[in-house]
């Protein structure tokens, strides 16, 4: 399958332009790039990657002439001398570099223009950007600020005085300051709810997957960092903080009052108990249950999770 960009970019532009700078451009067939595609069908002008060496590449795949491949930098073996009918691109982590470029490529196909769609019902008193976008069907309510670039997709509420920052990113039908249950049983049985008086703080450049619920504080307020991506159909519990630059896979669900710190990653599925608190850099496997402390720089799995002591690769 080929994905074509609506206009080409050579090999050494991207390499020159990208935000992840650790490649050289060790072949330079002086092409155009216009498409992307995956390694086994990448045609002429197009782009791929290989996250294996040059030469173990070229052994396992045919690389066709007039495309450009990212592989692995090879410390061992250099390519200079080397001649071929297409561009390769070295670098340290070829998977990173080459959805830096595909970025470069296509990045503004996913930002919708500016602009209000006027089936949504935004309240008296809310504030938004004139450059964000509010899609089809948002309900936006008094107090709640929307910043510049944001973008908030179709079917979304976004509760009182929420705070969503520039270049955010919501996505569709989530809900982001809602009451969650503080909940408390009287002595007839009936459940008698704490009101939440706190609000919700989206932090710059936060992507917020489909269908993903934030809720608002109860005494104080819940705070997603900047930068952190949410996956979707993920539940975040009132008075939760989580740090800036966080990875939340998928079906993620965190508890009310938990503290998640800075680059942590959270695999699809994880749980993470109420005042849990996971540190700076760790990392939890895939539909792990968090219940105590997880040590800055631990990887931990299971439930009760519990510590492998393994090098976590995506954070180091």
């Known amino acids: 399958m080929k994905f074509t960009a609506d206009q080409s970019h050579s090999a050494a532009d991207l390499v020159r332009n990208s935000s992840d700078q650790d490649a050289v451009l060790a072949i330079d067939a002086n092409l155009d790039v216009h498409s992307v595609s995956p390694i086994d069908v990448v045609e002429q002008g197009g782009l791929c990657f290989s996250n294996d060496t040059y ?4 052994a396992k795949y045919e690389v ?3 495309c450009t491949v990212v592989v692995k930098r090879d410390p061992e073996h250099s390519l200079d001398g080397v001649r071929a009918g297409y561009s390769i691109v070295e670098a340290a982590k070829p998977r990173r570099w080459f959805i830096a470029a595909v970025r470069q490529m296509f990045l503004d196909a996913e930002k919708p223009a500016a602009g209000i769609h006027p089936s949504s019902y935004i309240e008296d008193g809310a504030e938004i950007s004139n450059s964000a976008h509010i899609g089809p069907f948002v309900t936006i309510q008094k107090g709640a600020c929307i910043g510049d670039k944001a973008v908030i997709h179709h079917g ?19 809900v982001v300051g809602m009451a969650g249950q503080a909940v408390e049983r009287l002595d007839d049985d009936e459940q008698i709810m704490l009101p939440h008086l706190g609000h919700v ?4 450049g936060v ?5 993903c619920v934030v809720v608002r504080g109860s005494l104080q307020n819940t705070i997603v960092g900047r930068r952190t991506m949410v996956g979707n159909l993920s539940n975040i519990g009132h008075n939760v903080s989580v740090g800036e630059d966080c990875f939340i896979g998928a079906h993620t669900l965190i508890a009310g009052s938990a503290v998640i710190g ?3 990653w959270l695999a699809p599925g994880v749980m993470i108990a109420n005042k849990a608190k996971v ?3 760790a990392m939890v496997g895939l539909n792990s249950g968090v219940t105590k402390f997880v040590r800055e720089d631990d990887y931990v799995f299971g439930n009760p999770a519990r510590s492998l002591r393994k090098i976590n690769k995506y954070n180091k």
């Open 55 to 58: 030469a173990n590449t070229i």
């Open 64 to 66: 066709p002439d007039g």
């Open 156 to 174: 979304c509420f976004i509760g009182p005085e929420t705070r969503v920052g520039r270049d955010a990113v919501i996505c569709a039908n989530s």
């Open 201 to 204: 703080i989206i932090g710059d």
């Open 207 to 211: 992507r917020l997957g489909a269908n």
């Open 262 to 264: 800075d680059r942590t």
């Open 279 to 281: 540190g700076r850099n």
